[in-house]
């Protein structure tokens, strides 16, 4: 789909993305930070971004990190 007026084509996108995600989750003190490669593996998807939390609570505010500042990007 061809960018329009109400659309913007994504300022990061494959690797660039997947470690700005890893670098935002551990400025959230995120531990096991995992990026994976899964080009040879997937259509879906070219990484995967895996990390874990201490609490249910620290998971939401690592989302909440990774998703606000993209969203500023």
Known sequence: MPPTSTTRPP???GLP???ACSQYADEKQA???VV???RK???LCDYFVI???GSLP???AIREEVV???AKE
Do not use: E, F, N, T
Request: glycine share 8%; with cysteine.
């Open 58 to 60: 620290h998971l939401k």
């Open 68 to 70: 606000g500042k993209l």
């Open 31 to 33: 531990q096991d930070i």
């Open 36 to 38: 994976m490669d899964l």
């Open 11 to 13: 300022k990061l996108v």
């Open 41 to 43: 593996l997937s259509q």
């Open 51 to 53: 990390c874990s939390g």
């Open 17 to 19: 993305l997947a470690s």
